[in-house]
């Protein structure tokens, strides 16, 4: 029995052991990395030793880019038109101007989710300019600037967001 249980854990030792096979294999059994390549550290994906895109100067933010997920946002912009329309009518109606900034906030929590940061900006943007107690879209506002400023970019000033990524069914 002894015996057993001793070439038991012996050809269990062999199996797990990997130190021949220092490269991680595919399902495959193809390597993961070519004989080339060698594996990267986190320094080799961190933003420190990177230059600026779009030729900035050190020390200069680059400029945004439009980015993310083309998302289908009609009906979010038939919510939008239908708000403005009613807003249109009774400008100084308090509900009238609730509802836009709700159509537009929805929009840009969509926008958001699909990482269209500089659309869903302008988005939020607009949210608060019809609602300024409307403090979610003034956290997403903060996040967004948050965003653009932890990769060294600028971001869209207000006016300058562009409208939404074309979507092709």
Known sequence: MKSIILTLLLLASFGCNNAGNPVPKNTNGASVLSDKEKPQTAIAHSLENQTPKNDAPAGEKSKWTQSGDPIDTKEFDTAIASAEVAFGKKPDDGD??????????????????????????????????????????????????????????????????????????
């Open 96 to 169: 009238a101007k609730k509802a836009v900034s709700a159509a537009y906030f929805h929009r840009g929590e969509a926008l958001t989710k699909a990482r269209q940061y500089a659309s869903a900006l302008g988005d939020y943007r607009k949210a608060l300019k019809h609602d300024p107690s409307n403090t979610e879209a003034k956290e997403w506002i903060d996040k967004i600037i948050m965003i653009y400023d932890s990769i060294n970019r600028g971001y869209p000033k207000e006016g300058e967001e562009p409208p939404p990524l074309p979507f092709k069914k």
